[in-house]
């Protein structure tokens, strides 16, 4: 009978099981958990994402009549509250949020400005910071106008 190394053979030397290799198994292990991961990361990582990146999957839309010029509209854009403006026959679209502490914001058509009744802070209309402790600029979301109707985010 001829032997042969890494093969495991029967009390009656006619049955035989190969024997693999603690490497082999390392190194398939390896190979299955890189193929897994290249698969399920991108999964994971859509399933797991921020609002802030969910939030431009949908829209909302409001009617461009309850809108005129010079007025402004609160709204719950995916859970958030947005001014919509009507600027100047220009629709903006900014958060309401004051970047300082959170407080809700107003618009302030006679000055042209966002403002923050809490600490006073005040933005333009591009959300850029004028006045106040607010850190950062407004976020600004994307608005089109369709056939009479303001469509806030991304389609
Ligand atoms: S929360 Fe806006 S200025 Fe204080």
Same mark, same amino acid.
């Given at each position: 009978?001829?032997?042969? %190394?890494?093969?495991?053979?029967?009390?009656?030397?006619?049955?035989?099981?190969?024997?693999? %290799?603690?490497?082999?198994?390392?190194?398939?292990?390896?190979?299955?958990?890189?193929?897994?991961? *290249? *698969?399920?990361?991108?999964?994971?990582?859509?399933?797991?994402? /921020?609002? +802030?990146?969910?939030?431009?999957?949908?829209?909302?839309?409001?009617?461009?009549?309850?809108?005129?010029?010079?007025?402004?509209?609160?709204? %719950?854009?995916?859970?958030?509250?947005?001014?919509?403006? +009507?600027?100047?026959?220009?629709?903006?679209?900014? %958060?309401?949020?004051?970047?300082? +502490?959170?407080?809700?914001?107003?618009?302030?058509?006679?000055?042209?400005?966002?403002?923050?009744?809490?600490?006073?802070?005040?933005?333009?209309? +591009?959300?850029?910071?004028?006045?106040?402790?607010?850190?950062? /600029?407004?976020?600004?979301?994307?608005?089109?106008?369709?056939?009479?109707?303001?469509?806030?985010?991304?389609?």
């Amino acid at each position: 009978m001829h032997y042969q %190394s890494g093969v495991r053979y029967s009390a009656a030397g006619d049955i035989y099981v190969r024997k693999t %290799s603690f490497r082999k198994i390392i190194l398939r292990t390896m190979i299955i958990l890189a193929i897994g991961a *290249f *698969f399920l990361y991108p999964l994971v990582r859509y399933l797991t994402a /921020p609002p +802030n990146m969910m939030r431009y999957l949908e829209t909302v839309q409001i009617s461009l009549a309850t809108l005129p010029e010079g007025t402004s509209q609160l709204i %719950s854009y995916h859970g958030q509250p947005v001014l919509v403006i +009507n600027y100047h026959g220009n629709i903006k679209a900014l %958060s309401a949020i004051c970047t300082y +502490n959170s407080a809700l914001l107003r618009w302030d058509n006679d000055r042209e400005e966002l403002v923050c009744s809490s600490h006073d802070a005040r933005y333009d209309i +591009n959300g850029n910071v004028k006045a106040g402790l607010a850190p950062r /600029p407004l976020e600004q979301l994307e608005v089109m106008v369709v056939e009479g109707s303001v469509i806030i985010g991304k389609s």
